[in-house]
């Protein structure tokens, strides 16, 4: 397995440790709720260097994202982010990523650890033909995540940036204790927060400063809980090669343009659609069959019991005429479940 730059720290702050996508990484150091809930009224802090970042750069770079992407990049200034989707030829999704314009003509992609080989192998097909550069450096950099209410203010201290005027999906280069970084106002949370990118020998100092500055640090636990929470996708589990995003609460980020397999997704009917179930009973989790009247009608994708509201909660693929009656059959029992829209909780607030 990986190692992230900031293995050593873990291990010193007695973080339990798992395989995730290749890598090692912390599950928790404390306990999932306790970090999760950090986050949700302070402050908490993530090991992201397990994902993959890719640079497009050159005259077509715009050009050849528009085409790439279901998002629309244009729509970017220099210093600004989006979240996106690059789309497969048929309907699918091949992952979902953030893209940051950096400058002009040069744009950072940032992928999910998982699909790195596979989204470089697709782009790079893609930009046959354009006027680009792709250049992997995956491995030139380490990005960590503070998320919280509290994060700017945490966080403030530390820059030379002023954090006040930039407002969510900023990024912008400052240095943090004399060491330079990129910082975006982005994160996977819900919460406020900024994701750091540094170089990995840099990382492990930065991480100290943060820790010292009064960060709970948080594990991959909090980090799913969190995110689900929040309403956000998991690739793999509510967005595949074979999910139509048309058929989710995230459509809205498929915009009208031309798009590499535009006319298979716009083709593909929704006969499942993405929901959030609220439990008031039981514990969903990843698998477990949705059903209505008796009758099997989707399946969990991801699912947990909220720390927030104390329930369970759930996204599942059901189909689009199931409505009413719908049920979570959990260990052979089956407990009520209704669909709410997301996110389930009320974010940004203490």
Known sequence: MKKTPLYDEHLALGGKMVEFAGWELPVMYSSITSEHLAVRQNAGLFDVS????FFVRGPQALEFLRWATLNDPARLKVGRAQYSMLPNDRGGVVDDIYVYRVGE???LVVVNAANVAKDWEHLSRLAAGYDVELENASDDWALLALQGPRAAAVLDPLVEADLNDKKKNSTFTTSLGGVPVRLARTGYTGEDGFEIFTS??????VWRALIEAGVTPAGLGARDTLRLEAGFPLYGH?????TNPRCTPLAWVIKDKDYYGREAMESGGCERRLV???LE???PRAGYPVTSGGEVVGEVTSGTQSPLLKKGIALAWIKSDAADGLAVEIRGRSYPARIVPTPFVELGKK
């Open 105 to 107: 003509g040069e744009y």
């Open 200 to 205: 990995p020998a840099d990382a492990a100092g």
């Open 276 to 278: 959030g179930l609220l």
């Open 50 to 53: 397990h994902m993959g970042e």
């Open 281 to 283: 009973r039981g514990i």
């Open 238 to 242: 509510e967005l595949t090669d074979e």
